[in-house]
DNA sequence: CTGAAAGCGCTTACAG
DNA sequence: CTGAAAGCGCTTACAG
């Protein structure tokens, strides 16, 4: 059976189309159309499962009611714990969402924005990094709102939502320091995510600020366009130096994986054979006996906190002119420090 | 700027819409358009930033190159494997992937299935559920393709691929009890979908086929609308029953991460103190020190193939007449057993 | 080689 | 209380 349109339902009911439509769109009170009218519409559009043509509508009303969600990637916990609560916040206003990811490559951020800016989507949530500038510009001049994920570009004063990543790791240098660390490590990769420069930046000057020494060995950087075995052996290599780190921060999630992969492989124990904490949470680390410590992303309030700025941005949430959001991160040491 | 359209571009081009429509989809060749200005209108198109507006194209086509994907939920490692693979499967076509999450609440699968009935998609990927019977016919009523995911309605013959849960934990069965288990206990949960079905009754009928007793006792069913605190406790006191089970087959993913909670406040090991499967794969079974038992879902093959099988459904992809693929998980036996 | 015109399915002033 | 008509931005026969 095909689609019944407007057409259809009007010649079913021998009444107009504009009839159909405002009965359909419940203005047939305000229209003051029949009770016995609108009835007949109604039901005889149920019947026929009849739904708008939304591409009509939105062609008509210039109005896609949609919302663009661009991450790099949309395999793993941030992107599916963000994405429900973004959509429940939207969705009391009639928004719905695309997802689209990056996977970090410039031709497929080029077609995804150019796809996205098809659909007419009304606003943005992405997550940034330095390598799509010229992308985002573009995506700019269609005047639509845009929130920002994890990082900002200075000059472009976007409302932005993002973990304090630098002073989350600062203030857990200073705890590892006073746990009796001496060789602190850090473990990030050459994704070019934003956030894992705010950490190794935190992590620098966490340091500093103790006077203690920053040596470049220490800082390991995971190649991501690797095999997963040759992953593990530069990092099994790297934690066996010598005099090498007692303690290590990885800097993200898969980053930690890798490294409890590693720690087992060299049968070390935590925190005996090495200190370790990672950047986010995950049940591996929860539920690892002992304990990993961690620091918590407090994932869910900035998918609200986005869906709030990008709602203003709508201009259907007055907000204050509050354009940053920067949560702290949560340090929960467990059992592997 | 607001978006230029094509009539914009005719202007400035001094052209007319229909040269401008031609040039811009690659027809100038084919309706021999001068090459002067066939330059000069797609200098100008990318200059002015011009993208045709979807909405227009496809009310006029009548193709939306759109496909929706239903899934209960969108937070989980099914859901972040399967999309992606889809994804790539389907972009080579020109296929654009719209993503919807039940969660397994009928007026909210209502919803969905209204708004991509709306969006006009193409086709359909979906995980159903009894529960959802009323809305799937619904959806069959405008006959475009449908891909099951997981289970399958006998009535229908639908294109569905699956893991055959049931297979998989009968020949599970048939190795603990050669392992020397006597009492196998399975967790489940009230969680409306179709594979749990599938490999609860594997279990009993492993069991069966195996002369030994089928204890209502020994199945314990989640409840998945409490909290997480009581779910800990129901299980906990389960587990601890008179006579209990010396090894338990958790039948997902989350309830084998439960089931290690509730381990590890019990102070139990594995395989000592109890022996543990869980159905699904993730890091915290892998890496797990002395790694816990899985049945591993070939989830990308199960993309891939639902892909597939749409791709046929759309007339893209000649296939066979195969209408179904049921997938063998796959029993990885780790220290847990 | 290029343009005028119809029509996709809606919404919404405007008329009666 | 209800309908005829314009127009959203495209594509595509059809004409010239």
Same mark, same amino acid.
């Given at each position: 059976?095909?689609?019944?349109?407007?057409?259809?339902?009007?010649?079913?009911? +021998?009444?107009?189309?504009?009839?159909?439509?405002?009965?359909?769109?419940?203005?047939?009170?305000?229209?003051?159309?029949?009770?016995?009218?609108?009835?007949?519409?109604?039901?005889?559009?149920?019947? *026929?499962?009849?739904?708008?043509?939304?591409?009509?509508?939105?062609?008509?009303? &210039?109005?896609?009611?949609?919302?663009?969600?661009?991450?790099?990637?949309?395999?793993?916990?941030?992107?599916?714990? !963000?994405?429900?609560?973004?959509?429940?916040?939207?969705?009391?206003?009639?928004?719905?969402?695309?997802?689209?990811?990056?996977?970090?490559?410039?031709?497929?951020?080029?077609?995804?924005?150019?796809?996205?800016?098809?659909?007419?989507?009304?606003?943005?949530?992405?997550?940034?990094?330095? +390598?799509?500038?010229?992308?985002?510009?573009?995506?700019?001049?269609?005047?639509?709102?845009?929130?920002?994920?994890?990082?900002?570009?200075?000059?472009?004063?976007?409302?932005?939502?993002?973990?304090? $990543?630098?002073?989350?790791?600062?203030?857990?240098?200073?705890?590892?320091?006073?746990?009796?660390?001496?060789?602190? $490590?850090?473990?990030?990769?050459?994704?070019?995510?934003?956030?894992?420069?705010?950490?190794?930046?935190?992590?620098?000057?966490?340091?500093?600020?103790?006077?203690?020494?920053?040596?470049?060995?220490?800082?390991?950087?995971?190649?991501?366009?690797?095999?997963?075995?040759?992953?593990? =052996? *530069?990092?099994?290599?790297? !934690?066996?130096?010598?005099?090498?780190?007692?303690?290590?921060?990885?800097?993200?999630?898969?980053?930690?994986?890798? &490294?409890?992969?590693?720690?087992?492989?060299?049968?070390?124990?935590?925190?005996?054979?090495?200190?370790?904490?990672?950047?986010?949470?995950?049940?591996?680390?929860?539920?690892?006996?002992?304990?990993?410590?961690?620091?918590?992303?407090?994932? *869910?309030?900035?998918?609200?906190?986005? *869906?709030?700025? !990008?709602?203003? $941005?709508?201009?259907?949430? =007055?907000?204050?002119?509050?354009?940053?959001?920067?949560?702290?991160? =949560?340090?929960?040491?467990?059992?592997?420090?």
């Amino acid at each position: 059976m095909k689609k019944a349109s407007l057409k259809d339902i009007a010649a079913m009911t +021998g009444t107009s189309i504009t009839t159909v439509s405002l009965v359909l769109n419940g203005r047939a009170k305000q229209m003051r159309i029949s009770d016995e009218v609108a009835e007949m519409i109604v039901k005889t559009a149920d019947e *026929a499962g009849y739904v708008p043509n939304q591409m009509a509508v939105r062609l008509r009303t &210039g109005k896609s009611k949609l919302i663009g969600i661009i991450v790099d990637t949309i395999s793993g916990n941030f992107f599916s714990t !963000l994405a429900p609560i973004v959509e429940q916040s939207l969705a009391p206003y009639g928004y719905r969402i695309i997802y689209a990811a990056t996977e970090n490559e410039p031709e497929r951020t080029r077609q995804v924005i150019q796809m996205l800016r098809e659909q007419a989507v009304e606003g943005y949530i992405l997550m940034p990094h330095n +390598g799509m500038r010229k992308e985002l510009d573009r995506l700019l001049q269609d005047e639509k709102p845009v929130v920002l994920l994890d990082m900002n570009f200075e000059d472009l004063e976007l409302p932005v939502v993002r973990v304090d $990543g630098e002073q989350s790791i600062i203030k857990l240098v200073h705890q590892l320091v006073q746990k009796g660390y001496q060789r602190i $490590g850090m473990v990030t990769s050459d994704h070019p995510h934003a956030q894992l420069q705010y950490r190794l930046s935190g992590y620098e000057q966490g340091l500093i600020e103790l006077g203690m020494p920053l040596k470049k060995t220490y800082i390991h950087t995971v190649a991501m366009k690797k095999s997963r075995e040759a992953q593990l =052996k *530069a990092l099994s290599t790297w !934690l066996q130096q010598k005099n090498r780190p007692d303690c290590v921060i990885f800097s993200a999630n898969y980053l930690g994986v890798l &490294g409890v992969e590693v720690l087992q492989r060299l049968g070390w124990n935590m925190p005996n054979d090495l200190g370790m904490v990672v950047f986010d949470d995950q049940d591996l680390f929860r539920l690892y006996p002992g304990g990993i410590s961690v620091i918590e992303q407090p994932t *869910a309030q900035m998918a609200e906190s986005a *869906a709030n700025l !990008l709602l203003q $941005g709508l201009g259907i949430k =007055k907000g204050g002119r509050k354009l940053e959001y920067i949560l702290p991160g =949560k340090t929960v040491l467990r059992g592997s420090t």
